[in-house]
């Protein structure tokens, strides 16, 4: 189980008992090590990294909640109410599901519902907030669930989007992963991006309207009840049962346990069932919608998360006065997210496609205008500036910029495998012209690997590579690698006459 430290017993009950949480979090595969940092260095607490890929977990008093939500390197988050190391699941289908419907009663339920319902008086004050921020835009746009104001995201654009979810996922390792979708199932973009894939499965059924959770009772002594989904994620081939049964039956339990209703689409509690081999997690949500979809408001075909382009960016570790540049930067993720968490560094955005340079520039006007509604309304520019260009032949002197981060054309959505044969070496050679030699880094994230390789070898003398961080796009496996640049010169484009 979680809860209190080993050895040192329960907190001492009463009003001065301090309520703390587990708190789950989701984040890009290959960048745990990552979060774990930020939460180390922002909450000052440590975390576990799960063996599922893809999680984390770290305890927090619960007063530290807007804090987590400011976490830039977590997708979503959950508080965890019990997690079981080593759950033995019986052999025979009907036993094991009933197991699991027993646990219902058993579970620690009331602090992290606590938990939960502080997040949501969280989430309404910050709604108060926006309303008022927000004119007519506000029927078209959703808000986003953060610790803070967030960029509003327009249902247009994420229809362009879509294409990051209907990428072919492989299955991770041989390992019996599934992918159910409940009946009337959000579709939430994250779902198809972790590393696994694992099975989703939501328990449905009726209706009602909110209030606090445990007994369903509101201050006017009206009963309220809420409204729930089970959430099932399932992986690991020893299951008797798919997560579909597993959602359902634990659902069935949860519902006559507390009174709750089930409605798949409007609810307000979602609980989540988490089974990866012998480990199980149980938790409540604690984000609606993925805090990756922060920045960006105008979406292209395969636009980065916020998460992953702060993971890479992290890897290079910026210091105060490092000039960043971005030379294909798409929808401009990587350089918005660089200049919102790096303010004292310089951010150049670049692109060949005038498509994607406008759609960066409305990003950052609606980034600007955004920081313009903020209370303090002392609103600075943007250190960051965006070109059309072209990859080949970019306007920056020789050996002038510190650092390069970017998301290389992955030849399925955009560009051709074939193209990227072309492409890959003359970007690396042009990017090692721009970079400082000795000190000057790249980090840069793509799907066509043999291709990389080879271009780096033909690059060995410009480019050494440090580490490499294997990641899931869209069900998509593809590598962020980072590179360092040697003492070589590199040949000066000018030509002196």
Partial sequence: GTGTAEGQGPAPAGADAELTAVIGATVPTGFELTAAEEVQEKLGSASRISRDRGKIYFEVPAR???????????????????????????????????DLEDLVKKLPWTD???????NNSLKKKKTKRK?????????KEKLNDDGEEEGTDQKDASKQ???????????????????????????????????????KDEFQGGSGSESKAGDGKTGEGDAKVLKFRVTCNRAGEKHSFTSNEAARDFGGAVQEHFQWKADMTNFDVEVLLNIHNNEVVVGIALTEESLHRRNITHFGPTTLRSTLAYGMLRL?????????????????????????????????????NPQAVKRAANNICSLLKKNENKESSTSLG??????????????????????????MPFGKRIGSKKKNWDLYPACLMEMGRICTPGTGRAVLLTQDKKCFAKALSRMGHIWRKGQTVWVNVGGLHAAVYLLKRTWERAEEKRSFW
Avoid at 167 to 192: I, K, L, M, W, Y
Avoid at 387 to 407: A, E, M, Y
């Fill in 64 to 98: 530290g909640l807007p804090q987590v939500h400011r976490l830039r390197s977590v997708d979503n988050l959950f508080v965890v109410v019990q997690e079981f190391k080593e759950y033995q699941f019986k052999e025979n289908k009907e036993d094991a599901l009933k």
């Fill in 382 to 407: 943007i250190p960051l500036d965006i070109i059309q260009w072209d990859i080949c032949n970019l306007p920056l002197r020789t050996g002038s910029v510190d650092i390069i981060v970017t998301d």
């Fill in 161 to 199: 989007d879509c294409a990051q979810n209907t990428a072919g996922v492989e299955p991770a390792s041989g390992q019996d992963t599934e992918e159910t979708q409940g009946v009337a199932s959000r579709n939430r973009e994250e779902e198809d991006d972790n590393e696994q894939s694992d099975a």
């Fill in 131 to 139: 309303k008022h921020n927000l004119q007519s835009t506000a029927s």
């Fill in 316 to 352: 290079c570790d910026p210091q105060p006065t490092d000039i960043i540049v971005d030379p294909m930067c798409g929808t401009g993720a990587i350089p918005i997210e660089g200049a919102t968490e790096w303010p004292s560094c310089y951010h150049i955005a670049g692109d060949n």
């Fill in 112 to 118: 992290p519902l606590k938990v939960w319902e502080l």
